[in-house]
C-alpha cells in the first residue's frame, strides 16, 4: 500500500487503517485502536467550589473554596479514565460519582491528594489514590 501525506483537515467517513507517524493535533472523535507510542495530553477543567466534575476532560483540577464541598461525577463510557487532582487549597471535597462499585464517596483534603477513576460496567472503580480518602 503506498503512503499518503495530509496537510491540513482529514476528514474520513469511513476511518483510518494502518499506521500513523506524526503528531496529531486537535480533537479525535470515535474509537483509537491499536499502539500508542509518545505521550498523551490530557484536556483539563479547572473547578473551583463545589460542582460537577465534567466527563469531557480527562484531568480536573479540583480547588477547594471551603469545607466538604459537593462534587458530583456523572456516568461515563466503558473504559473512560477520569483524573481528579486537587491542586489548590481551600478547605475539602467530596465526590460522590452518580454510579460507582466498591466506595460511595471520595474525599479531599490536602494539595496533591488525586484520584485515578475508570468507568466499567458497574460504575466509576478507583484505579488508584494518592492521600484522598474513600469511604
Known amino acids: 500500500m503506498a503512503s499518503t501525506t495530509f496537510s491540513g483537515p482529514v476528514t474520513s467517513t469511513n476511518g ?19 499502539n500508542i507510542t509518545g505521550d498523551v495530553i490530557a484536556t483539563n477543567q479547572a ?14 483540577s479540583l480547588t477547594t473554596t471551603g469545607a466538604a464541598q459537593a462534587l458530583t461525577l456523572a456516568n461515563g463510557v466503558v473504559g473512560q479514565i477520569k483524573i481528579i487532582a486537587h491542586v489548590v487549597d481551600g478547605g475539602s ?4 460519582p452518580t454510579t460507582k462499585s466498591g466506595y460511595t464517596t471520595i ?15 458497574s460504575g466509576w472503580i478507583i484505579v488508584s489514590l494518592r492521600g484522598a480518602v474513600a469511604a
Open 107 to 121: 474525599t479531599f483534603t490536602s494539595v496533591g491528594e488525586s484520584a485515578m477513576l475508570i468507568y466499567t460496567v
Open 16 to 34: 483510518f487503517i494502518g499506521d500513523i507517524t506524526g503528531d496529531i493535533t486537535g480533537n479525535v472523535t470515535g474509537n483509537v485502536t491499536g
Open 93 to 96: 471535597a467530596v465526590l460522590t
Open 47 to 60: 473547578l473551583s467550589g463545589a460542582g460537577a466534575v465534567n466527563i469531557t476532560d480527562m484531568l480536573t
